[in-house]
């Protein structure tokens, strides 16, 4: 059913000086879902993501995100309709505590802006909820920490949080294990599969283990493209995914570096 999907892209496309960056990217996200996009260094990733959220305008194409058309619409418009991308967007203030970065999150929803320093009883308000939040991600004894002195894969849980606070209708995550060891990726992949829960993710990923255990749904990008699409057993059985991935075994995790150019 049509009102299953909540993002959509019709030929979405964007060239830079004659260079086709992406090129008719056709794309359903469903309601509720964990749909991944993936594919090798290069292949578009980033470059949709970023006209997702419309850092940069399409030179061809559609976007349509919950009934709405958001083609010509300003970034700040597609975050208040609640098309939130985390890590990118969420703010975390390294010299503030974790439960501090989550009530200033919430003070920003509920139309306080940027003056947060104004009121400490606005801010004293939103301490349960902001607690609420960081039990979510598992943060709870890091409330008085600050942000700057967590370990990577709890810096990437308050980001999260952050993103949660903002009331997200789709989250899109953008390289959520990137740079990180095993331990912390397992950590994140259990925090993502538990703030999935209910919500609706897009995530760009570079670890197909973790893409495997996480996504409904995968979309595969080569030079701009979509490659194939389907679950990881369709995707990883496809002989144009694996000659884009150098011939890498579908039994083996990539490891893609994406240095912000995917």
């Given at each position: 059913?049509?009102?299953?999907i ?13 260079f ?7 794309l359903?996200v ?5 749909h ?5 260094n290069?292949?578009?990733k980033?470059?949709?993501?970023n006209?997702l ?34 890590f ?83 989250m ?17 992949t ?12 897009l ?7 973790v893409?495997?255990s996480l996504?409904?749904?995968i ?7 979509v ?25 083996e ?6 240095a912000?150019?995917?």
């Amino acid at each position: 059913m049509q009102d299953e999907i909540i993002l959509e892209t019709q030929g979405l496309g964007r060239e830079f000086r004659g260079f086709s960056a992406v090129t008719a990217v056709d794309l359903k996200v469903r309601r509720g879902s964990i749909h991944a996009l993936i594919g090798p260094n290069g292949a578009g990733k980033t470059t949709v993501f970023n006209l997702l959220t419309k850092f940069l305008p399409p030179s061809t194409g559609r976007v349509i995100f919950d009934g709405h058309d958001i083609t010509a619409a300003k970034p700040a418009e597609v975050a208040r309709r609640g098309l939130i991308r985390s890590f990118q967007i969420s703010a975390v203030f390294p010299n503030m505590s974790a439960l501090d970065n989550i009530r200033v999150a919430l003070l920003r929803v509920a139309g306080g802006g940027h003056r947060f320093w104004s009121s400490n009883r606005r801010l004293d308000a939103l301490t349960e909820r902001a607690m609420a939040l960081l039990a979510d991600v598992g943060l709870t004894e890091f409330a008085p920490v600050l942000a700057g002195e967590l370990a990577y894969g709890r810096k990437r849980a308050l980001e999260i949080a952050t993103t949660l606070a903002l009331e997200p209708r789709l989250m899109l995550l953008d390289e959520p294990t990137q740079g990180m060891g095993m331990e912390d990726v397992q950590r994140v992949t259990e925090l993502i599969r538990r703030v999935a829960a209910g919500r609706t993710i897009l995530m760009v990923e570079h670890n197909l283990k973790v893409v495997s255990s996480l996504a409904d749904r995968i979309t595969v990008l080569a030079r701009g493209q979509v490659l194939s699409e389907g679950d990881y057993a369709t995707v990883s059985n496809d002989p144009r995914v694996m000659e884009a991935y150098l011939g890498v075994s579908s039994a083996e995790p990539v490891a893609e570096t994406e240095a912000g150019h995917g």
